[in-house]
């Protein structure tokens, strides 16, 4: 007899564990499921399922201001409408978790956030402000920030969604998209001999917007650049990765490509940023020993990308 007491309580406890971490995966698609949990709110829509390891949450793309912020939110989920007490809940970054998932977790000293919050009597979530140092951020690592819910004064953690991965995707501030005010291109045939009634050649002006794509706090890749009247899709061949390194200092500006070794700026001529007007003035030329190429562009900040 007390054999089978003992069977029947171990099968009820397991049962009751068992149906506990099942309902805590259904609170995020039927809250009237099981019991309360607290768990981490839906600022912003998470970037991957509720199946997945961990929750990703981007809260938007930031600029590489020297401070932004953005918003957090822990809440008290399940039947129960509202919370019966106020209930403080501990937070404590998790770097291993950003570690695991591929993420550079961004040092102490780049983001201001509480250790605790509280979710009030009568409520159901509390919402906060995490300030983001993005101008300092090391914008070559895929950066984010780990977070889990390590304690909390009622209730019970959720099991599935109390740890979060916030991604903060930073653009540097010359990205965008850019007009072309003016410029041209020319084609050589040799050292000194330019091309003759080559359709290539002319003017830029009017050609379709080009990109700037952020690289690091101060590089961008360019893309887009055509060749006269816009010709060809595909863009000027042989450049790729293309890219603009400007000094913060002096606002000039050092022309590259990974792909082509001799891209380089013209001698004597201008390449610099205006950040009064976000235009670049972008003279360069490749290939200078043999069928030279060379470009001179005047482009304008018009949107962001």
């Known amino acids: 007899?007390?054999?089978?007491?003992?069977?029947?309580?171990?099968?009820?406890?397991?049962?009751?564990?068992?149906?506990?971490?099942?309902?805590?995966?259904?609170?995020?698609?039927?809250?009237?499921?099981?019991?309360?949990?607290?768990?981490?709110?839906?600022?912003?829509?998470?970037?991957?399922?509720?199946?997945?390891?961990?929750?990703?949450?981007?809260?938007?793309?930031?600029?590489?201001?020297?401070?932004?912020?953005?918003?957090?939110?822990?809440?008290?989920?399940?039947?129960?409408?509202?919370?019966?007490?106020?209930?403080?809940?501990?937070?404590?970054?998790?770097p291993a978790v950003a570690t695991e998932m591929g993420y550079n977790q961004i040092g102490a000293s780049l983001y201001t956030m509480p250790t605790s919050v509280?979710?009030?009597?009568?409520?159901?979530?509390?919402?906060f402000t995490v300030k983001v140092k993005t101008g300092s951020f090391d914008l070559t690592k895929k950066n984010g920030l780990a977070v889990s819910i390590t304690a909390a004064s009622y209730g019970i953690i959720s099991g599935n969604n109390a740890t979060a991965i916030f991604n903060l995707p930073v653009k540097n501030k010359y990205d965008g998209v850019y007009k072309v005010v003016d410029g041209f291109i020319q084609r050589y045939s040799a050292p000194g001999?330019?091309?003759?009634?080559?359709?290539?050649?002319?003017?830029?002006?009017?050609?379709p917007n080009m990109t700037m794509v952020t690289v690091d706090a101060n590089t961008v890749e360019i893309t887009n650049l055509r060749w006269s009247n816009g010709a060809s899709n595909g863009g000027v061949g042989g450049i790729d990765n293309l890219?603009?390194?400007?000094?913060?200092?002096?606002?000039?500006?050092?022309?590259?490509?990974?792909?082509?070794?001799?891209?380089?700026?013209?001698?004597?001529?201008?390449?610099k940023y205006d950040p009064a007007t976000k235009t670049f003035t972008l003279n360069f030329d490749w290939n200078q020993t043999a069928n030279k190429r060379e470009v001179g562009l005047v482009i304008q900040w018009t949107a962001n990308r």
């Open 243 to 271: 890219r603009a390194t400007i000094d913060p200092v002096t606002n000039l500006v050092t022309m590259a490509s990974l792909a082509n070794g001799t891209l380089a700026n013209r001698k004597g001529f201008e390449n």
């Open 118 to 127: 509280v979710i009030k009597k009568g409520e159901r979530k509390t919402l």
């Open 193 to 207: 001999a330019p091309t003759v009634g080559d359709a290539l050649n002319g003017t830029l002006k009017g050609n």
């Open 1 to 94: 007899m007390k054999k089978n007491i003992f069977l029947l309580t171990w099968t009820l406890t397991v049962g009751a564990l068992l149906t506990s971490c099942l309902n805590d995966k259904e609170y995020a698609l039927d809250p009237s499921n099981g019991h309360n949990v607290i768990e981490f709110y839906n600022v912003t829509s998470p970037g991957t399922g509720y199946t997945a390891k961990y929750l990703t949450y981007t809260p938007k793309t930031f600029v590489a201001d020297p401070e932004s912020e953005f918003e957090m939110g822990v809440n008290y989920a399940g039947p129960e409408e509202t919370a019966p007490t106020d209930i403080t809940v501990t937070l404590t970054p998790n």
